[in-house]
């Protein structure tokens, strides 16, 4: 959406359908992100786990924002910082692939039972 809306006129129809495609593609990744945690580290320390993994989104939005701003004072344009975006999406992408889900136990492998 990010690249599309680069090269796309800007207009108000293309300003509503990028706000909309972010809008309903915001914070998407949540449920699929708590599962993983979840499976990973168990019920225990969700909260806080959840917590760490919401403070660093929250970190990266302020310093989206503050270097926007930085590189269109020293450019005059958002150009650089559309072009991080992008790069950064699919850096996350890549980094997020190697990730693989532990099996489920099978409910006779969780009594003890031979499978």
């Known amino acids: 959406m990010i690249i599309a809306f680069f090269f ?24 699929p992100t708590i599962g993983l945690v979840i499976k990973f580290y168990g019920v225990r320390y969700v909260a806080t786990l959840f917590g760490v993994v919401m403070l660093s989104h929250q970190v990266g939005g302020f310093l989206g924002a503050w270097l926007g701003g930085n590189a269109f004072e020293a450019t005059g344009s958002y150009d650089w910082m559309w072009f991080a975006d992008a790069a950064l999406c699919l850096l996350a992408a890549a980094l997020h692939l190697p990730i693989r889900e532990p099996k489920a136990a099978t409910p006779a492998a969780a009594h003890g039972a031979p499978a």
């Not at 796309?8 to 449920?31: D, E, H, M, N, W």
Request: aromatic share 16%; proline share 8%.
């Open 8 to 31: 796309a006129p800007k207009t108000t129809l293309t300003f509503l359908l990028f706000a909309a495609g972010i809008g309903f593609s915001y914070l998407s990744t949540v449920p």
